[in-house]
């Protein structure tokens, strides 16, 4: 199953031979990840980091531990509403960036306009919306000045 970042398709990502459901990655009791490896979308949990793809439509990306240079870090997970019919890119696009900037200000500990960090959403394409019935959606943190992150965002007031 693919999603789209932001809301261009360019090419599929697949990383490490994950698929949308695989979580390669070793975590701790708290569920940080310690060890990467190739992370599905659907197996994104908050407050993993990232490193960002040069491709706009993925299945998984490479998850590396927080203390480790990142491009992005998972905000939110969130369900999106709207009925079995795909209801269009923009309506998801939008609808997941505003439930996205809504969870920022509590997760980052500063308000959205004021922040260094901004927030792209990585959503269902049409094919994962009908077929499989996919309503999820991953809110990712990145730096607006396209610096890497050493540390994660949370609380951070960035």
Request: charged share 25%; net charge negative; glycine share 10%.
């Amino acid at each position: 199953m693919k999603r789209l970042i932001g809301g261009v398709v360019v090419a599929v990502a697949v990383a490490a031979g994950a698929t949308a459901v695989d979580d390669n990655t070793t975590r701790n009791d708290a569920g940080e990840i310690i060890e990467g490896g190739g992370l599905g979308v659907q197996a994104m949990q908050v407050g993993d980091c990232l490193i960002d793809v040069d491709a706009e439509y993925v299945e998984s990306m490479e998850a590396v531990p927080c203390s480790e240079p990142h491009d992005l870090e998972v905000l939110a997970t969130i369900t999106l509403t709207g009925a079995d019919e795909y209801p269009g890119e923009a309506e998801v696009a939008q609808q997941a960036y505003d439930r996205c900037v809504e969870a920022f200000d509590a997760y980052v500990g500063t308000p959205y306009l004021e922040s260094t960090i901004d927030v792209a959403p990585l959503y269902p394409v049409e094919e994962g919306w009908e077929d499989w019935d996919d309503r999820e959606a991953n809110c990712l943190l990145f730096t607006m000045d396209g610096s890497e992150l050493t540390r994660s965002v949370r609380g951070s007031g960035l």
